[in-house]
């Protein structure tokens, strides 16, 4: 099998362990770092799909996602900034008062996979944080999750915070987690919803205005 | 009977109309040319004009003023120190926003709230009164907007009370501005009405001792941007709201007039073009706030389309052979001339002699306006004056003068002590039948100036400028269609794009593509110069043009019939003390409140709301006032958030006889 399809393999299989030595053998026998990466997150996009339909579990999931790093990490030097295509920048985090992390470093690691530039926030994130991101990382998108229902009210928080600082304009936000529905989303005033990890992705990448992906709310 | 005066002092001429609020007739309506210098004369002169007028008569004086739209549109206005409170700096540095400020001083001062309306520094009061005494001098009025003010508008009331306390200036605060978010735009709203108190002031204070000459003793109101009226007290403090008030009365005016509820109106004054558009009988408002001139402002105002073009426009050839026009407002050559004959043997000698000497400023005079203010003037600025005080002088001519020199006359200009006059589309449309006078060989000689510069007859500068501006109008008009349903303007549009637009605006050669548009509305034209251009304008457009009796009179008319309406909003918020613990905030206006309950605090947030929209209703020179209530409900998991709209709508108090 060729190398590239081994190390997409691995990254599925979740094999953290032979996942780097894979990319080091690729990069010696000649493979430029580009195709590497492409290969590594053609692995996560295929787990977000299985994770999606439901054959794959959300530990397996992160395991992949640690593979995929593991082997990023390998490349890394050999991509500049402008090298990796990132599709955008997006700033994600769990709201204030909720420490809810799996679901959010879920969404994190396939956007990564996706190719976008992500700052983790991690959990108990105030909208001043979520606000300050935006600003020090020109975020395209701002992206909250919330698991319980009482900190709801803390993405809507967000959203007053941030168009008051007169950033709502040019910046996207999206938000999930099991109490947010479509219609909170869009009663709040954000951009977007997702249900998982996998919309997550197809929804940022048609925030960013990228043509030809599917529309789902 | 009871007649209403309307009066619509635009930035060329000054229209007033008698009417019957009963019948809705017309019953006299007469012309002036605005006096800028002195608004007061033109706005006489007018009223002077209106046959049949008795003063004992008047029940009501109602005014609409492009004044407020020209000045923001041209960059005038008074000079003014901003206050910023607990602002970030780098959300301002973001884009330029802090460097195209118009303003004299912007400070940032330590202070400011968060989302619920909670102290997040204390007021430093010291450097507060620092930065007031620093610049207190320089400047004509005080702007304040903290951050997140619309939630806790206690730091902006304690720099205002400091104000009062160091100075005598007048002082605008975001809070009493809007209830919205958007810190950058709170303040350029302020900005924007601290610039226009003197003007509004200037113009007010005319206006009254003309009536009180003219002995009418009927009460004064003023069209603000969203048709409605306000009394001449409420406007003194909220100029910026007249934003737009010329457009929003010529556009109420035709749909009175044109007895039509769906309808694209045009309004061709002097300065500029507005655009707006009627439905079911209703003016299109933008929800987020006006945008004037660039300025993205929290005015609540009809969503009008302002083009800086118009009669007056400034035309100009720019880089040797682009022909300009506007957005620059300059006085006809003809006006100026019919006031200066001299001019006309200038020009004429610029014709002959220089080809396109003075490049872009061929045409342009300065003339003396008003009195400078008692402002330090640089030496420069000084010898321009003194060389005005003989007359009118040509721009380069007066650069040749070794005290002027390069010396810019921008800031003259601003400050209103000199005013331009120039090439304009009223030189070019000179008819004698246009009936308000001028001198038709300084209009032709500047004429010829620049059409020599361009190496063209003075027939083909003409069809070039009304070509320029029947395209410009057209395709705004079809860009506001499309930006107000989709939110995306035509005009960053690739360049293929652009010309199929062009072709489908203008057909010609260079596509082997026909296309037409067809817009589904009528145009309703009102103003002067509409009959020459809006014709031309529909036909490429593929629908009919009206153009309704009285229409150069439309903002009069519109002025005329207009009612009062005052909207307040309040806001009532959860705030989450802790584990399942919470209180609602309600943030309004006036004050910011806590209470324990949802249903008290709504409760409490509609009576809050009722009574503010009708206290600014009846101060507005409202009677017969009533108010409309609505809830915008927003559950946010167990907790909610609601917004109270109070309405409170009425018709203007008449003078008692």
């Known amino acids: ?217 | 009977m009871r007649q209403t005066l309307g009066i619509d002092t635009g930035g060329t001429y000054t229209d007033s109309v008698l009417l019957d609020p009963s019948s809705g007739e017309v019953q006299a309506k007469s012309k002036a040319l605005t006096t800028p210098a002195d608004l007061s004369v033109g706005i006489g002169l007018s009223i002077a004009g209106l046959e049949g007028l008795n003063p004992e008569s008047i029940g009501l004086v109602s005014l609409s003023t492009t004044l407020a739209t020209n000045a923001v549109v041209e960059g005038h206005g008074g000079l003014v120190a901003l206050l910023l409170i607990g602002y970030d700096r780098s959300i301002l540095e973001l884009d330029p926003w802090d460097k195209r400020m118009p303003v004299e001083t912007t400070s940032y001062i330590r202070g400011g709230h968060d989302v619920k309306g909670e102290e997040v520094c204390p007021l430093d009061i010291e450097a507060a009164r620092e930065v007031i005494l620093a610049s207190r001098a320089q400047v004509e009025a005080f702007a304040v907007s903290g951050y997140f003010s619309v939630m806790n508008p206690d730091h902006e009331r304690v720099a205002r009370d400091l104000i009062s306390e160091l100075t005598d200036l007048p002082i605008v605060c975001g809070h009493q501005l809007s209830s919205k978010l958007n810190a950058v735009r709170r303040a350029s709203t302020a900005v924007l009405n601290a610039r226009l108190l003197p003007l509004i002031k200037r113009l007010l204070d005319a206006v009254k001792e003309v009536l009180r000459e003219a002995g009418i003793g009927a009460p004064l109101m003023l069209v603000n941007g969203d048709g409605s009226l306000v009394s001449e007290r409420a406007a003194r403090k909220r100029p910026a709201e007249t934003v737009l008030s010329g457009p929003a009365a010529s556009a109420i005016g035709a749909q009175f007039l044109a007895g039509l509820d769906d309808a694209i109106v045009v309004d061709i004054g002097g300065t500029t073009t507005d655009i707006a558009i009627l439905e079911d009988g209703q003016l299109w408002t933008n929800p987020s706030g006006a945008r004037v001139g660039g300025w993205e402002t929290h005015v609540s105002a009809a969503d009008l389309r302002t083009i800086g073009l118009g009669g007056d426009s400034h035309v100009r050839v720019e880089h040797g052979h682009e022909l300009r026009v506007g957005p620059q407002r300059a006085i006809p050559l003809c006006r100026l001339g019919a006031e200066y004959p001299a001019i006309v043997r200038d020009l004429e000698a610029a014709a002959l002699a220089g080809m396109g000497r003075g490049g872009a400023h061929s045409t342009d005079y300065l003339v003396l306006a008003g009195p400078a203010a008692d402002l330090p003037l640089s030496a420069a600025e000084q010898a321009i004056l003194r060389a005005l005080s003989a007359g009118p002088r040509l721009i380069w001519v007066l650069a040749r003068s070794p005290d002027v020199g390069s010396a810019s006359p921008d800031r003259l200009e601003a400050l209103g002590a000199v005013r331009r006059a120039g090439l304009t589309p009223t030189d070019l449309l000179w008819t004698p039948s246009a009936g308000l006078g001028g001198s038709r060989a300084a209009a032709r000689a500047g004429a010829q100036v620049v059409a020599k510069q361009l190496g063209i007859s003075e027939s083909e500068l003409a069809r070039r400028v009304f070509q320029h501006a029947i395209g410009r109008i057209a395709r705004e008009i079809i860009d506001k269609l499309v930006e107000d349903s989709t939110g995306a303007s035509l005009f960053p549009a690739p360049k293929a794009w652009d010309c199929l637009l062009q072709q489908a605006l203008r057909p010609g050669d260079s596509l082997a593509i026909d296309c037409q548009l067809q817009v589904r509305m009528p145009i309703v034209a009102v103003g002067a110069p509409a009959p020459s251009l809006l014709p031309q304008v529909a036909e490429r457009l593929g629908t009919k043009c009206i153009i309704p009796d009285h229409a150069e009179v439309g903002g009069a008319v519109g002025a005329a019939v207009g009612g009062v309406t005052h909207t307040v909003d309040v806001f009532v918020q959860p705030h989450v003390l802790g584990a399942g613990t919470a209180t609602y905030l309600i943030h309004s206006p006036e004050a910011r409140e806590e209470v324990r309950s949802f249903d008290r605090a709504v409760r409490r947030a509609e009576e809050i709301a009722t009574h503010l929209a009708r206290r600014a209703a009846y101060r507005s020179g409202a009677e017969g006032v009533s108010v409309h209530v609505s809830r915008r409900r927003l559950d946010l998991g167990t907790l909610s958030e609601v917004t109270i709209r109070a309405v409170a709508s009425g018709k203007p108090r008449l003078a008692t006889s």
Do not use: C
């Not at chain 1, 691995?10 to 953290?16: H, L, N, T």
């Not at chain 1, 580009?34 to 977000?48: F, K, S």
């Not at chain 1, 992500?118 to 999750?145: C, Q, R, Y």
């Open chain 1, 1 to 217: 099998m060729d190398v590239l399809q081994r190390i997409r393999e691995k990254v599925i299989a979740g094999d953290r362990g032979s996942t780097p030595d894979l990319v080091q053998r690729a990069l010696t026998v000649g493979h430029d770092a580009h195709t590497i990466m492409d290969a590594l997150v053609n692995g996560m996009d295929a787990v977000g799909e299985e994770w999606r339909v439901g054959n794959m579990f959300i530990p397996e999931v992160l395991t992949s996602a640690e593979a995929m790093h593991g082997g990023m990490d390998i490349i890394q030097p050999q991509l500049t900034a402008s090298d990796t295509r990132l599709r955008g920048s997006v700033a994600i985090g769990t709201v204030q008062g909720d420490l809810h992390d799996i679901g959010k470093s879920l969404v994190s690691m396939m956007l990564q996979g996706a190719g976008f530039d992500v700052h983790d926030l991690g959990v108990n994130t105030s909208p001043e944080e979520f606000m300050e991101a935006v600003k020090t990382h020109e975020a395209d998108i701002v992206a909250m999750s919330a698991l319980l229902t009482t900190t709801l009210p803390y993405m809507r928080d967000t959203i007053l915070v941030l168009e008051e600082a007169g950033l709502r304009d040019s910046v996207k936000v999206m938000v999930g987690g099991a109490p947010v529905t479509p219609e909170f989303a869009d009663s709040i005033g954000a951009d977007g919803y997702a249900p998982d990890g996998s919309t997550a992705v197809t929804k940022a990448r048609e925030l960013v205005g990228e043509p030809g992906q599917a529309t789902r709310t």
